[in-house]
């Protein structure tokens, strides 16, 4: 650990990397954040516009442009680096321009003597995930990604909205690929303690369709946002920063995250999104959802999409 106190490294610092560090400056709970970046000069312009406005910040933290080196004693390394996703374009269509960035953006960090926690924010994050675990070397448990937390808080939020309630009230997940592939298992979905499907057996059939449409709405909400402002970046700073804040203090929450599952859900070698018990050390736990057969077998399915991306470029 840093002298400071709790440490943060931001490796790359395009919309993504700066919404997250952006989040963590207003809401706190770190102590120090380094901005690295390959264009050290826009690092620099980053680092100069938060430490503007540290007179109003929640807390007060030490931020500057660096460069791996200033990575060793960091507790975590947001990987936020790589090539933008345009509209129109899959996500896994970034794949392998972004599995070379790692390469290039790990073998320093690594050399620096960082032995921290890398948390993935890269797309398409669940391959990337395990691209950094298989490069890094790193136990499992230090190397997850962001994973379908957001699609998890978009889910929230709109069943909060069909239901006219505060989404924190919502429990319900999206699980699977971050992706296309992607599930929400409505038989885990509750409002309060009530679940949702219990909630819709009296109400019309149109009604039905409408809550259970969410899950496709969910899916195709990044490519809605980029159509519209050409990236997405927001939604996923704050969760970044939940993700984060969850970590480093010791909150042992329970998020989705894209973890790799070793027998979990009856699936093996796969980095996938699913809800995860986090501590200071990483992912403690994966928890187990009781799925219908049909949930199963489409989670089943994302998560053979997954091996065979990896697969695809070498990190099978």
Known sequence: MSETGRKIAVIG???????FAYAMVLDGGCDEMVLIDIDRKKAEGEAMDLNHGLAFARENMKIYAGD???????????LAAGVSQKAGEDR?????????????VLLPLLSSG???????ATNPVDVMSRAAWRLSGFDKRRVFGSGTALDTARLRYLLGERFAVDPKNVHAYVIGEHGDSEL?????????????????????PAERAAVFALAQEVSGAAM???????????????????????????????????????????????????PAVLTKDGVREVVALSLTDGEKKQFHGSCETLRQLSQSVGMA
Do not use: H
Request: charged share 25%; glycine share 8%; with cysteine.
């Open 114 to 120: 960082f032995d921290g926690i890398l948390l993935v």
């Open 92 to 104: 896994r269509a970034l794949l392998s321009r972004n599995v070379e960035v790692f390469r290039a």
């Open 68 to 78: 791996y080196s200033d990575c060793a004693d960091a507790d975590l390394a947001v």
């Open 184 to 204: 929400c298992p409505w038989s885990q979905a509750y409002v309060s303690t009530k679940a949702v499907t219990d909630i819709l057996k009296d109400r019309p």
């Open 224 to 274: 809605q946002v980029i159509e519209a402002k050409k990236a997405t970046y927001y939604g996923i700073g704050i969760a970044l920063l939940r993700i984060v804040k969850t970590i480093l203090s010791d909150e042992k929450s329970i998020l989705t995250v894209s973890t790799l599952l070793e027998g979990e859900y009856g699936e093996r070698d796969v980095f996938v999104g699913v």
């Open 13 to 19: 610092t395009g919309f993504v990397g700066m919404s």
